[in-house]
């Protein structure tokens, strides 16, 4: 209603390198067995162990670590996009004056209203949905609301097997057409580079929904090609304040991530 009236503006998702449009948190690509879950949001822990917002003030506190919730959100906004070129919606953060910063419900608009077919949702062997290890369309549709994804009437509505076909069909081919600049990016595993991240998870995934047993089609990530690039380490670099505000403080190519390892501390950070 606010976006037909005017009042908001969401921008494009833009086109990838591959000429496929740029990958949505509502994307095969991207998700895994419990899809469009998590935040893209980071915290500081403080010497005596509580997390607190991460503001440019916060940063110059006795900051001891930097924690995030590694589901499809963090990973769409903190590595697969700038891997690819892929630009983020980012807005002001009222916390934060000066800097703008990606969140969920701009992840979840860009999704809604530009994600191609076939769109992905919350298939009804989610680990994250189930009760007994049973389908529960109750939970599911929970878990659905929460994330914008559309109510379903009756579990066939959200057939495993569906989303296992393509899950295989969209994710490899993508993989092998993006496999160079992916294995060029770092991954929220340390040591180890976003291709061969991604490829492992897939193939988790794949697993734990029982793909083969659904569809009769072997796991099709195990045959992906080998990364032929040596594990990425993670490039400590100096606070940048221009790549701060503008959301560029984890851009996962050069690497700017400031959570932790660097060889100044973040009571140095300033403007």
Excluded at 215 to 238: C, E, N, R
Aim: proline share 8%; charged share 20%; aromatic share 8%.
């Amino acid at each position: 209603m606010v976006r037909a009236q005017g009042l908001l503006a969401v921008p494009p998702i833009g086109i990838a390198p591959d000429g496929a449009p740029c990958p949505t948190v509502r994307d095969f690509f991207v998700v895994d067995m419990d899809p469009d879950d998590g935040v893209p949001t980071t915290y500081l822990i403080t010497a005596n162990g509580n997390p607190i917002q991460k503001t440019l003030n916060n940063m110059k506190l006795n900051i001891q670590a930097e924690i995030a919730n590694d589901g499809d959100h963090h990973l769409v906004s903190g590595f697969v996009s700038p891997s690819t070129g892929c630009q983020q919606w980012l807005v002001q953060d009222l916390a934060d004056p000066g800097v703008k910063r990606n969140a969920l419900p701009m992840n979840e608009l860009q999704a809604l209203y530009y994600q191609p077919m076939p769109v992905e949702a919350l298939p009804n062997t989610d680990p994250m949905t189930t009760t007994n290890n049973a389908p529960d369309i109750v939970k599911l549709n929970l878990y659905r609301k929460a994330v914008y994804q559309p109510q379903i009437n009756n579990l066939v509505e959200a057939d495993p097997a569906v989303f296992c076909r393509s899950y295989a069909n969209i994710t490899v081919p993508r993989l092998r057409s993006l496999s160079t600049m992916l294995k060029n990016t770092v991954s929220p595993m340390a040591g180890t580079n976003l291709f061969d991240f991604m490829k492992t998870r897939c193939s988790a995934t794949y697993a734990a929904l029982n793909c083969v047993g659904l569809t009769g089609v072997q796991d099709p990530f195990v045959g992906l090609m080998k990364s032929a690039s040596a594990p990425i380490a993670q490039k400590k670099d100096y606070f940048n304040w221009e790549e701060y505000k503008e959301g560029g403080y984890d851009d996962a190519i050069t690497y700017r991530s400031y959570r932790g390892g660097h060889t100044q501390e973040f009571s140095k950070y300033s403007k």
